[in-house]
Nanobody, 127 residues
């Protein structure tokens, strides 16, 4: 049974940092393109880090570019999202997800193409 488990969320002050982890079980994450998404109350889910290994691209939207960084530890079967200089608008539930197939530059942030999702971890940024 495939499971993705996120952790590392919590509360932070503006300007602070958090590092989210996503551990895979029943799946070897380094064989897949992994995305990080977030959903704030009343808003649509959006990609904050999407990868196409085929096209050697890691996409970050302008809202997080330069502040968020994706990384992997294949030995731990874990992917991470380092979030620095947090802003109140970063408050959301954050999810990791596995792309069903091979992501391309054109589709790597298309939510419906991700077929395995974690349960999410809450991030709250406030003073």
């Amino acid at each position: 049974q495939v499971q993705l488990v996120e952790s590392g969320g919590g509360s932070a002050q503006p300007g602070g940092a958090l590092k989210l982890s996503c551990v895979g079980s029943g799946i070897t994450l380094d064989r897949y393109d992994i995305g990080w998404f977030r959903q704030a109350p009343g808003k649509e889910k959006e990609g904050v880090s999407c990868i196409s290994r085929r096209d050697s691209i890691t996409f970050y939207p302008d809202s997080v570019k330069g502040r968020f960084t994706f990384s992997r530890d294949n030995a731990q079967n874990t992917v991470y999202l380092q979030m620095n200089n947090l802003k109140p608008e970063d408050s959301a539930v954050y999810y990791c997800a596995v792309f069903g197939g091979q992501a391309t530059a054109q589709d790597m942030c298309v939510l419906t193409l991700y077929d395995r999702w974690g349960q999410g971890t809450q991030v709250t940024v406030s003073s």
